[in-house]
């Protein structure tokens, strides 16, 4: 007989999701990554849920952008967390550079 699993609380859940944006995010070797929920900022908004992390900034820096124009860092960004944002992550704020920019 197995034990039911309870569900997840906010906070948990909130953190499950940054966690699994770092993971997929460390695919680029930042040596700059900084995650900023700014869900409550959009309270009232579409794609909000009470509760959940729906919007997120993220700064990032690695040499994988070097090179690279804002759009193609974006997509890069985005392609790396398309799981997520097909998960219920409704909007990225991206700011996206190479070492010593």
Same mark, same amino acid.
């Given at each position: 007989?197995?034990?039911?699993v ?7 859940a909130?953190?499950?999701? +940054?966690a699994? /944006? &770092?993971a997929? +995010?460390?695919?680029?070797s930042?040596? /700059?990554l900084?995650l900023?929920?700014?869900?409550? &900022?959009?309270?009232?908004h579409?794609?909000?849920?009470p ?6 900034? /993220?700064?990032?820096?690695a ?5 690279q124009? &804002?759009?193609?860092r ?10 997520e ?6 909007? +990225?704020a ?8």
């Amino acid at each position: 007989m197995s034990t039911p699993v309870p569900p997840l609380s906010t906070d948990d859940a909130i953190s499950q999701r +940054l966690a699994r /944006v &770092r993971a997929a +995010l460390a695919e680029l070797s930042p040596s /700059v990554l900084e995650l900023e929920d700014e869900s409550h &900022r959009h309270e009232g908004h579409g794609g909000h849920r009470p509760g959940q992390l729906t919007h997120l900034r /993220v700064r990032i820096v690695a040499q994988a952008f070097a090179g690279q124009n &804002r759009l193609a860092r974006h997509r890069l960004v985005n392609g790396l967390l398309a799981d997520e944002l097909a998960r219920g992550l409704h909007a +990225l704020a991206i700011e996206a550079k190479a070492p010593g920019e």
